[in-house]
């Protein structure tokens, strides 16, 4: 696939989860949530501390994730990403968007081996659906 056709397969899901989400406005983690909610898409916070981020109730973990959740974006570390994505593959997720910096060769061969759309080219989900400040 492109990337034009993986970023659309990921887009086409029903539910997003965003791993690394932040109660902290300037943080990235909070701002892919918050494009998530000014695009009108149902998404799920993915925080082990926080109980609830932007109005949501958060899951402390991808394996927590409601059921259908099919795509998420991850805004960790790559050391952080490999464990998410591990974690990712064993729930079902079907696409997973490493955000610019979170990405890890381990992370996206473990994708590839598992038939996962993943896209961790430098893409990000802010650009692509048009995030704006408050």
């Known amino acids: 696939m492109t ?12 539910t997003f989860g965003v791993v690394g989400a932040s109660v902290k406005p300037y943080k990235y983690g909070n701002k892919v949530l918050r494009c998530y909610q000014q695009n009108h ?11 609830e981020i932007e109005g949501l109730a958060c899951v402390a973990s991808v394996a927590d994730l409601p059921e259908g959740v099919a795509s998420i974006s991850i805004i960790t570390p790559p050391q952080v990403t490999e464990k998410v994505v591990e974690q990712a ?15 890890s060769a381990k992370a996206v061969a473990a994708c590839e081996q598992a038939g996962v759309n993943v896209i961790a080219d430098g893409s990000c989900v802010l650009v692509v659906l048009g995030y704006r400040e408050h």
């Open 3 to 14: 990337i034009v056709e993986r970023i659309e397969t990921f887009l086409g899901a029903a």
């Open 41 to 51: 898409r149902h998404v799920v916070p993915v925080n082990p501390v926080e109980r």
């Open 89 to 103: 593959i064993a729930r079902g997720v079907r696409n997973i968007w490493m955000q610019p910096g979170a990405e």
